[in-house]
């Protein structure tokens, strides 16, 4: 089992920044790849990024391309989400999750999942 545990979620004003985190216990973090996803009121959870489990690979969704990055660091099994240039649009619980495959884009592609944070962007 993998627990996952995610922070940094809040109120921000379009055009500001956040970072989401993500701590992971309980298996080889370095074994995992790592996600991050959102879902806003009356929509389906989407796909936003994610890094391989050496981190050498990330893939993003165009709609978040450019704005956000995502980075982990594999001695404190954390896994970041930086977003920039936030908009109102963004509005959603976001969540991360790991994966022991490779179906990075996909959400039946991860095994475990945290119990989400709520971003508000206001305009």
């Known amino acids: 089992q993998v627990q996952l545990v995610e922070s940094g979620g809040g109120l921000v004003q379009a055009g500001g920044s956040l970072r989401l985190s993500c701590g992971a216990s309980?298996?080889?973090?370095?074994?995992?790849?790592m996600g991050w996803f959102r879902q806003a009121p009356g929509k389906e959870r989407e796909f936003l990024a994610a890094?391989?489990?050496?981190?050498?690979?990330?893939y993003y969704a165009e709609s978040v391309k450019g704005r956000f990055t995502v980075s982990r660091d594999n001695v404190k099994n954390m896994v970041y989400l930086q977003m920039n240039s936030l908009k109102p649009e963004d509005t959603a619980v976001y969540y991360c999750?790991?994966?022991?495959?490779?179906?990075?884009?996909?959400?039946?592609?991860?095994?475990?999942w945290g119990q989400g944070t709520q971003v508000t962007v206001s305009s």
């Open positions: 890094m391989t489990r050496g981190g050498l690979s990330t």
């Open positions: 309980g298996r080889t973090f370095s074994s995992l790849g």
């Open positions: 999750a790991a994966a022991i495959g490779g179906s990075y884009r996909l959400q039946n592609g991860y095994d475990y």
